[in-house]
T-cell receptor, first 116, second 117 residues
Framework: AQSVSQHNHHVILSEAASLELGCNYS??????LFWYVQYPGQHLQLLLK??????LVKGIKGFEAEFIKSKFSFNLRKPSVQWSDTAEYFC??????????????FGRGTQLTVWP | DTAVSQTPKYLVTQMGNDKSIKCEQN?????MYWYKQDSKKFLKIMFS???????INETVPNRFSPKSPDKAHLNLHINSLELGDSAVYFC????????????????FGEGSRLTVL
């Protein structure tokens, strides 16, 4: 079975610091990759996604992620975080079986706390 | 104009009771899901239905029974509630089948927080 690893369980930063959250997955074939964000008390919302083309994808609120196929990684970055970025961040991966989508797998999540 | 809506948002009940959570999506998707999020924020898939057919049925106690009357609705019924059932339950939908630009992206409802006393 596939697995998705988010190595940082809790990250604490000051405002304006740079952010990088790690995500690695175990599947060797074609994948689509996602980062979701869950603000306190809210539901999961899509931050960004990669399914083809430029491996550097830009999402909402200044976030970006880079797909490095050789490293099975899809790390999330933001050059300067804000207090309002405090949230839980989930990496998710879905693989293809031929041309058919498989199942989506989520990482365990990373709690980001930003101090003002 | 909510895409994926769940009711109720909050549910407080006693152990041993039976309760249901309803979910509806107006995105025209063919697949719906139930996820359980525990106090550590871990997301665990419970069930998935594609065009009213059960396609994912994880190791979940048989006290949990999903029902999909049509592809826009997926309800979750829980019998004999236990303390450990306390969690936030998220419904989600996606377009799973077919070719083209389907990416597997999930669209989530706002969650139903279940508290069992």
């Amino acid at each position: 079975a596939q697995s998705v690893s988010q190595h940082n369980h809790h990250v604490i930063l000051s405002e304006a610091a740079s952010l990088e959250l790690g995500c690695n997955y175990s599947y060797g074939g074609t994948v689509n990759l996602f980062w979701y964000v869950q603000y306190p008390g809210q539901h999961l919302q899509l931050l960004l996604k990669y399914f083809s083309g430029d491996p550097l994808v830009k999402g909402i609120k200044g976030f970006e992620a880079e797909f490095i196929k050789s490293k099975f990684s899809f790390n999330l970055r933001k050059p300067s975080v804000q207090w309002s970025d405090t949230a839980e961040y989930f990496c998710a991966v879905i693989s293809y079986r031929g041309s058919t989508l498989g199942r989506l797998y989520f990482g365990r999540g990373t709690q980001l706390t930003v101090w003002p | 104009d909510t895409a994926v809506s769940q009711t109720p948002k909050y549910l407080v009940t006693q152990m041993g009771n039976d309760k249901s959570i309803k979910c509806e999506q107006n995105l025209g998707h063919d697949t719906m899901y139930w996820y359980k999020q525990d106090s550590k924020k871990f997301l665990k898939i419970m069930f998935s239905y594609n065009n009213k057919e059960l396609i994912i049925n994880e190791t979940v106690p048989n006290r949990f029974s999903p029902k999909s009357p049509d592809k826009a609705h997926l309800n979750l019924h829980i019998n004999s509630l236990e303390l450990g059932d306390s969690a936030v339950y998220f419904c989600a939908s996606s377009q799973y089948s077919g070719q083209g630009s389907n990416t597997g992206e999930l669209f989530f409802g706002e969650g139903s927080r279940l508290t069992v006393l």
